[in-house]
């Protein structure tokens, strides 16, 4: 577990739920605070080759996995995301609060998905510092479907099927609401639901966070 002492918090949520901005959000109302994410744009300096694999998997590896690349292969590359995130908060000044998308939690849930039940890097991945609480920013499939474009803008890590389609994408966002919550059962958990806009989704998560 971690440092009891240690402000160390969770944002979370399907795809589509706006996270990155309300990240930005966040990271413009509560100036004291540190934002760490492996998005694009979000990922500090030093760090530029976290963001290379994540594009490296969605342009190389998801067009060609089951042919030249097997799901634990992608189990692997994901999981530099997953230590960066780690070696970022042992880190991280202790008397800073911090705001992390994700952690290791929605990117375990998709490598399940993906078909991979059992790996030993899952159990390592759980032993990694649990946060304080969580932050489970929720949106429905639906409106998930509409921001991304119907589907338009989708990665293969986001739907079940050969190509992105409704019933595929609104089964897996299901799926993978129902992982994440279940691997963060033993933490406390706060869920927001769906708000009209990032800003006020942003003033939600601030209200649980310094409320």
Known sequence: MADQHRPFYVLLGPDGAGKSSVMAEVAARLPAWRTLSTDHGLIGPGHELVGALRRNVVEDVLPHLGTYYSADFLAS?????????????????????????????????????????????????????????????????????????????LNPLEYFGDRPEWLGFDSYQRSLRKLMLEEVRDVPVTIIEEQPSAADAAEAVVEVLAP
């Open 77 to 153: 590359v994901l999981q530099t995301a997953v230590v960066h995130l780690r070696d970022e908060l042992e880190r991280h000044e202790s008397d800073v609060p911090l705001l992390m998308d994700s952690y290791y939690y929605k990117i375990l849930a998709k490598c399940r998905l993906a078909g991979i039940r059992h790996n030993p890097m899952y159990t390592w991945w759980r032993s990694f510092p649990q946060p304080r609480a969580v932050v489970y920013l929720d949106v429905s499939p639906a409106s998930a479907w509409r921001r991304s474009g119907e589907g338009a803008r």
